[in-house]
């Protein structure tokens, strides 16, 4: 017993600092996060030299399959070790600029409204249908700025005659070219063309402006050096993720950990970057450097390295200040991570990019290597087959020296990284599902990166559909058929290794290892595989809101509240029975709306007691617009800002072994 606690003496102590220390100390102080950032560091550290030295060196130099597997497994390890080392420098700093913000608009604002800059909005799109556009062009006029200072503009690369029309009856400027040459790129630099704004906010076709984007971020540029700012990017619908684990409600969408945390951190250091949708830009730093470059088929990061290039920053306010439309199935899921994927490791390859872009300090170079693009899948695919290749070869990833070494060294880094990543990012991981989304994405994106390496360039620009929604069941075969022979595999070997005369291993210590690594494994990829299977929802997602409404349905007055809506209807909760059936008309009462007029749906009981009254409507013109402003330039948010564990467990149990169940707005 002695012995065993001594084994676990590194990692109790790892343990002990973040209890009696890191959790609590406030999380977003830049001298806690260094502190516990050092910390991981120095285990990382300490685990990296026993590999190399006591399980790689000691090898037999044999040529065989073992000794070239243990070292292709700790290459591989050393570009993981690469890639959290630079995650660790950037997370030990963060800074949150709303203060900062709150003074600049103050002062900014204070002045005459004759003396503001002119601000010109670009909404680039090529297929998105008029659900989609919409809300984007309607919030982008109903900005809190002044309409002589404003411009929109409609970039349409599909030249579509219908949304010229709709453009003219809304106030906004439709602009179209002759041709389609370097996408979103060329789009919008056909755009700077005919317009003249002082500035140039950017809004993909599916992003909804607050109200108050421009007085939020536009004071910024005040100061001379700052030639972008950029905020993070929020959605009103459910990723695949979220709905295929049927965790809608209770698991962050995928972006929440970049946006939220990484990207306020990386502004600590002055290497922010730009995302593209919900920035806005300095036209004379774009001028420039002539323009958006369209080297790159992400032309947002080429911007900020081109800005960099010539002393512009961009500077990050982590302020929610848009919504838009999440990736709303798989295919448009991996569409999207494919185009950022390639779009980054064609960096390296460019005159421009952070190899060879002029003007870069050796800091910013490393920054902005897109290292977790060329090494997390490669790891994780690592991962989950190491224990395989083990119960079918017998080749470890490993000079093995004991179990006692693996408790002594590797556990630590385990649980170091565990704890870091719920200390940094609380509400944003979870070990099980975290690494099954990894998982699920590595069998699409591994090909990608390879590709990109060996032919960085010749695939077009792909837009990422939006607006098609997913009311049909759809089934990602290939991610599927993947994860599923890795489990066959990683079983069947177990099961193998488990019968002396069929065994492949001799008698060891990893074998213990390995049995346990692969259970992890198959329970991590059987997670993996629920996202595989595309759960049905629909093209619009309601608002949970929580606001007083007035009914009334014929000669009778109701009053209750208004607990989710959409723009085609809602759900009112009252205390009593309404003397209601479906299908009759009803009038609602509520901020902005004094009277809407609708139809009954249904009417249930609730457990919880009262009754649900679900209606619709059919809003048109000025009606419409209004309800857009009201349900997507501030007022509501589908932010989840705490992990309730208990309900991603029992949402994880149902999907596996539940009914799907059509969602309902």
Not at 308 to 332: F, H, I, P, V, W
Not at 349 to 374: A, D, E, K, V
Not at 587 to 606: D, K, N, Q
Request: proline share 5%.
């Amino acid at each position: 017993m002695v012995q065993h606690l001594l084994d676990l003496a590194p990692t109790l102590f790892v343990v002990a600092f973040f209890f009696l220390f890191s959790l609590n100390w406030p999380r977003k102080a830049t001298w806690s996060r260094a502190i516990t950032c050092l910390v991981v560091l120095a285990v990382a550290l300490r685990y990296l030299a026993w590999r190399f030295f006591s399980t790689v060196l000691p090898h037999p130099v044999d040529g065989s399959f073992g000794f070239f597997w243990a070292w292709f497994v700790f290459l591989v390890e050393l570009g993981a070790f690469a890639d959290i080392l630079l995650f660790l420098v950037a997370m030990s700093r963060y800074v949150d600029r709303s203060a900062e913000a709150d003074r600049r608009e103050r002062e900014f604002f204070a002045r005459d409204a004759a003396d503001l800059p002119t601000v010109d909005v670009f909404i680039p799109t090529y297929n998105e249908p008029i659900d989609v556009l919409e809300r984007t062009i309607v919030g982008a006029l109903a900005l809190d700025y002044p309409r002589d200072k404003l411009k929109v503009y409609v970039l349409d690369d599909k030249r579509r005659d219908w949304l010229r029309d709709y453009c003219e009856s809304k106030g906004a400027i439709h602009v179209t070219r002759p041709d389609n040459s370097h996408a979103k790129a060329g789009n919008m630099n056909n755009g700077l063309t005919v317009s003249s704004g002082e500035f140039i906010a950017i809004f993909d076709a599916d992003f909804v402006p607050y109200r108050n984007f421009l007085r939020r971020t536009v004071p910024f540029f005040e100061d001379p050096t700052i030639g972008i700012v950029q905020t993070p990017q929020h959605f009103f619908n459910k990723d695949p993720v979220q709905s295929n684990l049927s965790l809608e409600k209770v698991w962050p969408d995928e972006q929440r950990l970049f946006f939220d945390e990484m990207a306020a951190s990386r502004d600590a250091w002055d290497v922010s970057f730009c995302c593209g949708s919900c920035s806005i830009a300095r036209r004379s730093a774009l001028d420039e450097i002539g323009g958006f470059p369209h080297d790159s088929i992400t032309e947002d990061l080429l911007t900020t390295l081109a800005l960099l290039n010539r002393g512009y920053k961009t500077r990050y306010l982590n302020e929610r200040l848009s919504m838009g439309l999440a990736a709303e199935n798989l295919k448009g899921y991996f569409v999207q991570r494919g185009r950022w994927c390639r779009g980054g490791i064609q960096t390296i390859y460019l005159h421009n990019g952070p190899l060879r872009g002029p003007g870069l300090t050796l800091f910013q170079r490393f920054m902005f290597l897109p290292l977790s693009w060329l090494v997390q899948y490669t790891v994780r695919f690592v991962i989950l087959v190491v224990p395989a290749v083990y119960l079918w070869t017998g080749a470890a990833p490993l000079y093995f020296t004991g179990t006692q070494d693996i408790v002594w060294y590797q556990l630590p880094v385990l649980a170091a990284y565990f704890l870091l990543m719920g200390w940094l990012t609380p509400t944003r991981y979870l070990p099980l599902i975290s690494s099954a989304v990894g998982a699920f994405a590595t069998f699409r994106m591994l090909p990608v990166v390879i590709s990109s390496l060996v032919k960085p360039f010749g695939v077009p620009f792909r837009v990422t559909p939006k607006g098609s929604g997913n009311e049909e069941s759809e089934f990602d075969a290939y991610t599927f058929f993947s994860i599923a022979f890795w489990i066959a595999v990683t079983a069947l070997g177990l099961v193998v290794n488990v019968v002396p005369e069929w065994s492949r291993i001799g008698e060891g210590e990893f074998s213990v290892v390995s049995a346990w690594w692969a259970v992890i494994n198959i329970a991590v990829l059987m997670v993996a595989a629920l996202i595989c299977f595309e759960k049905p929802r629909p093209l619009l997602d309601s608002f949970a809101t929580d606001e007083a409404a007035r009914i009334e349905h014929e000669d009778a007055v109701l009053t209750g509240r208004i607990t989710s809506l959409s723009l085609e209807g809602g759900i009112i909760e009252l205390d009593s029975a309404p003397a209601a059936r479906a299908g009759d008309a009803v009038t609602v009462e509520m901020e902005r709306f004094p009277h809407l007029r609708g139809t009954i749906e249904a009417v249930s009981r609730l457990a919880k007691g009262g009754f649900a009254l679900k209606f619709s409507y059919r809003l048109e013109g000025e009606c419409r617009d209004r309800m857009i402003v009201k349900l997507y330039t501030g007022q509501y948010s589908q932010d989840i800002h705490e992990l309730d564990k208990s309900a991603i467990a029992s949402g994880l149990w149902s999907r596996m072994f539940g009914r799907t169940v059509r969602a309902t707005a």
